[in-house]
């Protein structure tokens, strides 16, 4: 069993930067590939990045590439998500997922584990 636990949302003004963490404990030895998605009210949850084990692969949604950067620090089971230049369709609930088979996956059926979600609102 693996536990995420997501940190760092909060409110912000359009352009400004935010910086996501993840943190896994438990099982981590099985993990594989992680991954950020975000949900917003009313619509499906979509993918934002992703990192492969290594942390040498990484992978993006065209609506976020260029302005968020994943990262990884394994000797701490920990993921980051820095976003830039953030705009108000930004706004969503982001989650961690971790998979334990898929790396640089974009689908969400893809992670075995998946966080409690933060909240980041970008104000216009």
């Known amino acids: 069993q693996v536990h995420l636990i997501e940190s760092g949302g909060g409110l912000v003004q359009a352009g400004d930067s935010l910086r996501l963490s993840c943190a896994a404990s438990g099982r981590t030895d099985s993990t594989y590939g992680m991954g950020w998605f975000r949900q917003a009210p009313g619509k499906e949850r979509e993918f934002v990045a992703a990192?492969?084990?290594?942390?040498?692969?990484?992978y993006y949604a065209d609506s976020v590439k260029g302005r968020f950067t994943i990262s990884r620090d394994n000797a701490k089971n920990t993921v980051f998500l820095q976003m830039s230049s953030l705009k108000p369709e930004d706004t969503a609930v982001y989650y961690c997922a971790l998979s334990t088979y898929y790396s640089g996956s974009h689908y969400p059926y893809d992670y075995d584990y998946w966080g409690q979600g933060t909240q980041v609102t970008v104000a216009s």
């Open positions: 990192i492969t084990r290594s942390g040498v692969g990484t």
